[in-house]
Protein backbone atom coordinates (compact mmCIF):
# COMPACT_ATOMS: atom_id res chain seq x y z
CA UNK A 1 0.00 0.00 0.00
CA UNK A 2 1.50 3.23 -1.25
CA UNK A 3 2.55 5.91 1.99
CA UNK A 4 -0.18 8.71 3.07
CA UNK A 5 0.79 12.02 2.27
CA UNK A 6 1.20 14.25 5.16
CA UNK A 7 0.16 17.60 5.45
CA UNK A 8 2.51 20.65 6.75
CA UNK A 9 1.82 22.06 10.15
CA UNK A 10 0.14 25.55 10.33
CA UNK A 11 1.01 28.05 13.16
CA UNK A 12 -1.87 30.57 14.53
CA UNK A 13 -0.97 33.01 17.35
CA UNK A 14 -3.42 34.35 19.22
CA UNK A 15 -3.82 36.93 21.60
CA UNK A 16 -5.74 37.86 24.94
CA UNK A 17 -6.92 41.37 25.02
CA UNK A 18 -6.65 40.49 29.10
CA UNK A 19 -3.26 39.23 29.04
CA UNK A 20 -0.68 40.69 31.17
CA UNK A 21 2.02 43.01 29.96
CA UNK A 22 4.19 40.10 28.72
CA UNK A 23 1.35 38.96 26.28
CA UNK A 24 2.18 35.75 26.54
CA UNK A 25 0.79 33.69 23.50
CA UNK A 26 -1.04 30.17 23.28
CA UNK A 27 -0.45 28.52 19.91
CA UNK A 28 -3.38 26.80 17.99
CA UNK A 29 -2.04 24.26 15.77
CA UNK A 30 -3.75 23.22 12.89
CA UNK A 31 -3.10 19.98 10.52
CA UNK A 32 -4.57 18.39 7.70
CA UNK A 33 -4.01 14.62 6.26
CA UNK A 34 -5.01 13.76 3.20
CA UNK A 35 -5.51 9.48 3.16
CA UNK A 36 -5.45 8.01 0.06
CA UNK A 37 -3.36 6.12 -2.39
CA UNK A 38 -3.39 9.56 -4.34
CA UNK A 39 -0.07 10.67 -5.35
CA UNK A 40 -0.60 14.63 -4.98
CA UNK A 41 -2.11 15.56 -1.27
CA UNK A 42 -4.71 18.84 -1.45
CA UNK A 43 -3.91 20.57 1.60
CA UNK A 44 -6.86 23.32 2.94
CA UNK A 45 -5.66 26.04 4.59
CA UNK A 46 -7.99 28.38 6.92
CA UNK A 47 -7.72 32.11 7.53
CA UNK A 48 -8.66 33.33 10.76
CA UNK A 49 -9.97 36.88 10.86
CA UNK A 50 -8.83 40.01 12.84
CA UNK A 51 -12.36 41.92 12.70
CA UNK A 52 -15.66 41.23 14.48
CA UNK A 53 -19.07 41.96 12.09
CA UNK A 54 -20.35 44.94 11.85
CA UNK A 55 -23.97 45.77 13.38
CA UNK A 56 -27.38 46.29 11.85
CA UNK A 57 -26.60 50.16 11.61
CA UNK A 58 -25.35 53.26 14.39
CA UNK A 59 -27.30 54.11 17.06
CA UNK A 60 -28.59 57.73 18.03
CA UNK A 61 -26.16 59.72 20.53
CA UNK A 62 -28.93 59.41 22.83
CA UNK A 63 -28.67 55.58 23.32
CA UNK A 64 -26.57 53.12 24.60
CA UNK A 65 -24.16 51.82 21.91
CA UNK A 66 -23.84 48.70 24.24
CA UNK A 67 -26.23 46.17 22.44
CA UNK A 68 -26.73 41.99 23.59
CA UNK A 69 -23.91 39.93 22.83
CA UNK A 70 -23.79 39.05 19.24
CA UNK A 71 -22.13 35.90 18.20
CA UNK A 72 -21.20 37.37 15.05
CA UNK A 73 -19.09 39.81 16.82
CA UNK A 74 -15.96 38.54 17.36
CA UNK A 75 -14.57 39.62 20.86
CA UNK A 76 -11.33 40.67 21.07
CA UNK A 77 -9.99 38.34 23.49
CA UNK A 78 -9.91 36.27 20.27
CA UNK A 79 -8.33 39.35 17.80
CA UNK A 80 -4.47 38.54 16.12
CA UNK A 81 -2.35 41.05 15.45
CA UNK A 82 -2.22 40.59 12.07
CA UNK A 83 1.05 42.43 10.81
CA UNK A 84 -0.54 45.82 10.75
CA UNK A 85 2.15 48.54 10.08
CA UNK A 86 2.72 51.43 12.81
CA UNK A 87 4.51 54.56 13.11
CA UNK A 88 3.44 58.13 10.97
CA UNK A 89 1.87 58.10 7.98
CA UNK A 90 -1.31 59.92 6.04
CA UNK A 91 -3.61 57.48 6.55
CA UNK A 92 -2.89 55.29 3.52
CA UNK A 93 0.04 53.99 5.07
CA UNK A 94 2.64 56.31 2.97
CA UNK A 95 4.78 59.12 4.99
CA UNK A 96 3.36 62.06 5.45
CA UNK A 97 5.80 64.80 3.72
CA UNK A 98 7.66 67.34 5.71
CA UNK A 99 6.19 70.76 5.05
CA UNK A 100 2.85 70.26 4.68
CA UNK A 101 1.64 69.65 8.07
CA UNK A 102 0.92 73.34 8.87
CA UNK A 103 2.41 74.91 12.24
CA UNK A 104 2.90 73.23 15.40
CA UNK A 105 1.03 73.69 18.34
CA UNK A 106 1.28 72.61 21.82
CA UNK A 107 -1.61 71.06 23.19
CA UNK A 108 -2.99 72.07 26.70
CA UNK A 109 -5.37 69.93 28.30
CA UNK A 110 -6.29 72.61 31.40
CA UNK A 111 -7.80 74.98 28.71
CA UNK A 112 -11.40 75.29 29.44
CA UNK A 113 -12.66 77.14 26.73
CA UNK A 114 -16.26 78.80 27.11
CA UNK A 115 -18.66 78.06 24.55
CA UNK A 116 -17.46 74.49 23.58
CA UNK A 117 -19.47 72.74 20.44
CA UNK A 118 -19.53 69.75 18.02
CA UNK A 119 -18.96 68.61 13.85
CA UNK A 120 -22.63 67.89 13.09
CA UNK A 121 -21.08 64.56 11.35
CA UNK A 122 -17.88 62.41 11.05
CA UNK A 123 -16.62 59.74 8.20
CA UNK A 124 -14.06 57.92 8.41
CA UNK A 125 -12.80 55.25 5.34
CA UNK A 126 -10.75 53.29 8.30
CA UNK A 127 -13.22 51.81 11.06
CA UNK A 128 -12.52 49.07 13.39
CA UNK A 129 -15.25 46.04 13.04
CA UNK A 130 -17.76 45.93 15.84
CA UNK A 131 -16.24 43.86 19.01
CA UNK A 132 -17.33 42.76 22.23
CA UNK A 133 -15.91 43.96 25.52
CA UNK A 134 -15.00 42.02 28.68
CA UNK A 135 -18.62 41.66 29.75
CA UNK A 136 -19.79 40.42 26.14
CA UNK A 137 -21.56 43.60 25.00
CA UNK A 138 -20.95 44.81 21.21
CA UNK A 139 -19.75 47.93 20.70
CA UNK A 140 -19.41 49.88 17.22
CA UNK A 141 -16.86 52.28 16.32
CA UNK A 142 -18.02 54.25 13.75
CA UNK A 143 -16.24 57.89 12.99
CA UNK A 144 -19.38 59.80 14.38
CA UNK A 145 -18.50 58.33 17.68
CA UNK A 146 -15.76 60.70 18.31
CA UNK A 147 -17.99 63.54 17.79
CA UNK A 148 -21.11 62.56 20.54
CA UNK A 149 -19.58 64.06 23.81
CA UNK A 150 -19.77 60.85 25.71
CA UNK A 151 -16.59 59.07 27.45
CA UNK A 152 -16.99 55.32 27.00
CA UNK A 153 -17.40 55.47 22.99
CA UNK A 154 -14.93 56.04 20.18
CA UNK A 155 -13.86 55.94 17.02
CA UNK A 156 -11.42 53.29 16.31
CA UNK A 157 -9.33 52.38 13.07
CA UNK A 158 -7.58 49.20 12.58
CA UNK A 159 -4.08 51.11 11.59
CA UNK A 160 -1.92 53.64 13.27
CA UNK A 161 -3.06 56.30 11.17
CA UNK A 162 -6.24 57.48 9.99
CA UNK A 163 -8.59 60.32 8.95
CA UNK A 164 -11.69 62.09 10.22
CA UNK A 165 -13.70 64.12 7.67
CA UNK A 166 -15.76 66.31 9.89
CA UNK A 167 -18.55 68.62 8.71
CA UNK A 168 -19.49 71.71 10.61
CA UNK A 169 -22.78 72.45 9.65
CA UNK A 170 -23.28 76.04 8.64
CA UNK A 171 -19.79 77.87 9.12
CA UNK A 172 -18.29 78.49 12.53
CA UNK A 173 -15.50 80.76 13.96
CA UNK A 174 -13.13 78.84 15.35
CA UNK A 175 -10.31 79.96 18.52
CA UNK A 176 -9.68 75.69 20.23
CA UNK A 177 -10.70 72.66 18.88
CA UNK A 178 -9.30 69.77 21.21
CA UNK A 179 -9.50 66.10 21.03
CA UNK A 180 -9.57 63.13 23.46
CA UNK A 181 -6.18 60.67 22.17
CA UNK A 182 -7.18 57.86 23.21
CA UNK A 183 -10.24 55.11 23.92
CA UNK A 184 -11.31 56.12 27.52
CA UNK A 185 -13.98 53.04 27.95
CA UNK A 186 -13.19 51.37 31.21
CA UNK A 187 -14.87 48.00 31.91
CA UNK A 188 -16.48 47.32 34.96
CA UNK A 189 -13.57 44.57 35.67
CA UNK A 190 -11.41 47.24 35.30
CA UNK A 191 -9.64 46.62 32.02
CA UNK A 192 -8.84 50.20 30.80
CA UNK A 193 -9.10 50.68 27.21
CA UNK A 194 -7.12 53.66 27.21
CA UNK A 195 -3.68 51.84 27.56
CA UNK A 196 -4.66 48.57 25.54
CA UNK A 197 -4.74 51.14 22.14
CA UNK A 198 -2.60 53.51 20.20
CA UNK A 199 -2.72 56.90 21.55
CA UNK A 200 -2.32 60.44 19.57
CA UNK A 201 0.96 62.22 19.66
CA UNK A 202 0.16 64.25 16.45
CA UNK A 203 -2.74 65.06 14.56
CA UNK A 204 -2.92 67.32 11.66
CA UNK A 205 -6.06 70.00 11.68
CA UNK A 206 -7.07 71.72 7.99
CA UNK A 207 -10.31 73.61 7.28
CA UNK A 208 -12.46 74.02 4.77
CA UNK A 209 -15.02 77.10 3.68
CA UNK A 210 -16.88 76.78 0.85
CA UNK A 211 -14.60 73.61 -0.28
CA UNK A 212 -11.63 75.59 -0.04
CA UNK A 213 -8.64 75.23 2.52
CA UNK A 214 -8.30 78.40 4.55
CA UNK A 215 -5.80 77.22 7.21
CA UNK A 216 -3.81 74.38 8.52
CA UNK A 217 -2.57 73.42 11.88
CA UNK A 218 -0.50 70.30 13.74
CA UNK A 219 -1.43 69.74 16.99
CA UNK A 220 1.28 68.32 19.23
CA UNK A 221 0.65 65.91 22.44
CA UNK A 222 3.67 65.47 24.45
CA UNK A 223 1.97 63.35 26.69
CA UNK A 224 -1.50 61.85 25.67
CA UNK A 225 -4.33 61.57 29.10
CA UNK A 226 -7.79 60.57 29.14
CA UNK A 227 -8.81 64.76 29.30
CA UNK A 228 -9.59 66.56 26.26
CA UNK A 229 -6.34 68.12 24.50
CA UNK A 230 -7.43 71.61 23.44
CA UNK A 231 -4.91 74.02 20.97
CA UNK A 232 -5.37 77.49 20.81
CA UNK A 233 -5.72 78.60 17.28
CA UNK A 234 -2.58 80.59 16.21
CA UNK A 235 -5.53 82.92 14.05
CA UNK A 236 -9.32 82.58 14.62
CA UNK A 237 -10.44 80.26 11.50
CA UNK A 238 -13.96 80.72 9.70
CA UNK A 239 -14.68 77.03 8.41
CA UNK A 240 -18.00 74.77 7.63
CA UNK A 241 -15.73 71.55 7.41
CA UNK A 242 -12.33 69.79 8.35
CA UNK A 243 -10.43 66.88 8.41
CA UNK A 244 -8.57 65.94 10.91
CA UNK A 245 -5.41 63.60 10.50
CA UNK A 246 -3.15 61.37 13.00
CA UNK A 247 -0.05 61.76 11.86
CA UNK A 248 1.79 60.05 14.62
CA UNK A 249 0.69 58.01 17.67
CA UNK A 250 1.85 57.11 21.01
CA UNK A 251 1.87 53.93 23.53
CA UNK A 252 4.18 51.56 21.36
CA UNK A 253 3.71 48.67 24.04
CA UNK A 254 -0.33 49.03 23.40
CA UNK A 255 -1.74 45.31 23.12
CA UNK A 256 -3.96 46.15 19.96
CA UNK A 257 -1.79 48.69 17.45
CA UNK A 258 -5.09 50.62 16.53
CA UNK A 259 -5.46 54.35 16.77
CA UNK A 260 -8.70 55.57 18.90
CA UNK A 261 -10.23 59.27 19.61
CA UNK A 262 -13.07 59.27 21.65
CA UNK A 263 -13.96 62.87 21.27
CA UNK A 264 -13.36 65.43 19.41
CA UNK A 265 -14.27 69.44 20.31
CA UNK A 266 -14.37 72.67 18.80
CA UNK A 267 -14.40 76.55 20.58
CA UNK A 268 -15.29 80.19 19.59
CA UNK A 269 -13.49 81.83 22.52
CA UNK A 270 -14.79 85.20 21.12
CA UNK A 271 -18.75 84.14 21.74
CA UNK A 272 -20.03 86.66 24.38
Same mark, same amino acid.
Given at each position: ??????????????????????????? $???????????????VAGFLLGNG????????????????????????????????????????????????????????????????????????????????????????????? +??????????????????????????????? +??????????????????????????????????NGQEVARYT????????????????????????? $?????????????????????? $???????
Amino acid at each position: MPPQAVAPVVELDVESSSAPSARPRRH $LWVATGVVGAVAGALVAGFLLGNGGTAGSGRTPASDARAGAASPSAVPEASTLRDGTETGAGTGDGTPTPNGTDGPEVQANSTVEPDYVFFPTHATSDCVLPDKKDTTGRTFSYEPD +NAIDNREDTAWRCKRPSGQLSLNLGDAKRLT +NVGLVPGYTKTDPDGTDWFYKNLTVTKARWTFFLNGQEVARYTEVIDEPGKAMAWIDLPSAVTADSAT $LDVVETGNPDAYFPYLAISSIG $LANDSVV
